[in-house]
């Protein structure tokens, strides 16, 4: 069978126009239009005119090799190529509420649902973050209700035994059960208030030990970018954002002309992610690329973002487009990425291990990286060996004695 042909300008348009018979939210509509976004730009950075499902096979395959994108982001993505699919080749299609994924059964089940709905109206929680709270309570009324056990008579022996898998001890599925526990207590479902018998458990979020590349990786990888094309001369300034100046992906695409100061050689942002101000040096290489682009490689639009797609219409880019982009030249490097991210933040972490490497303080890192804590700029301490051994303390010495007393490895009778 003929797979069907759709020119790339024609998609955005013949996408949304076919969502229209999906019966979906509109919040959904939009997210699925701007998963579509990501392909449109994949398409005009690889000089594609046509897409086909083949296409769209290999952009979801380039994109999640790519990317540091979360769970979730990468199944909206990897659903809206299916809903293009399914519209391309004008195939029927009814979308299934997510809901109905939960059975929520019995007492337990019941009341699942009842506090689910009231975290809906008075936390305001999100579609995602709702789904994700019934996946947590649905498993917990599945146990139940398979033992035989009802709100009234349920007790800290049946939570243990729930806690008892390494899925269930999770620290968001044992806060999540607290709250709900506490809410069955108010609401009167139970005897006693069972949310104490998880009062003492407290847990810290580890931070995750850094990808990072070295300096000579991170040469190469620039080496391996296209100076003399527009779309290389945006790359080339984008990662020499994120690898001298630590930028996040989302403050680059954020970036606009007013937050660069020329006369005084800075860059002046309020973090996307911190809503942080942070002024940093607009060093003559960054400054320079930027420039680069600006004259001979970005397209004439009357947009305020400095980094702006490929093809038209033009629009701010995305930070999973930046990642994307990095994850394909790392491949061209030839880089082993073996236990190491590939996306925008791996350089941040890069620049972060190069300054504590020269000696830098962990307050003039937190600084540079715009970060709100001391906790966060920590964790670059576990996998920088030399900086670890200079906190290390020396052994004091042991006495002849401590071996030789009785329980001793020279104890003699």
Known sequence: MKKKQIKADELYHLFKVGLQGFQLTSVTVEQHTRSIRHLIEYMEDTGITIYTSDVGELFLKQYMAGSDIGHLPKLRLNRAIVLLNMIANGDPYKLKSRAVMHEFPGEVG???????????????????????????????????????????????????????????????????????????????????????????????????????????????????????????????????????????????????????????????????????DITLPLLPEVGNAIIDYIRDGRPQANLKTIFLTAGHPYRKMSPGRISTRLGEYINKAGISTRGRHKGCHSLRHSLAMSLLQSGASLPVIKECLGHESSESTMCYLAVNIPSLLDCSLDVPPVEERFYRQRGGIFYEK
């Open 110 to 276: 019941r009341m699942a649902r009842e506090f689910i709905n009231h975290l809906r109206q008075s936390s305001k929680i999100s579609e995602s973050s709702s789904f994700c709270y019934g996946s947590i309570l649905n498993h917990l009324s599945i146990y139940m209700d398979m033992r035989g056990i009802v709100l009234y008579s349920m007790n800290h022996d049946n939570l243990a035994g729930f806690f008892s898998s390494s899925h269930n001890s999770r620290s968001q599925v044992v806060m999540l059960v607290k709250r709900f526990l506490q809410f069955l207590y108010e609401e009167g479902k139970t005897r006693v208030d069972l949310s104490y018998a998880l009062a003492n458990v407290r847990y810290k979020r580890k931070e995750k030990l850094p990808s990072y590349y070295d300096k000579d990786e991170i040469l190469k990888i620039e080496s391996f970018v296209d100076r003399s094309s527009p779309i290389g001369k945006r790359d080339y300034a984008i990662i020499l954002l994120a690898s001298r100046l630590g930028l996040r992906a989302s403050d680059i695409v954020s970036l606009t002309f007013a937050n660069l100061d020329w006369d005084n050689s800075l860059i002046i942002l309020s973090q996307q992610k911190t809503k942080k």
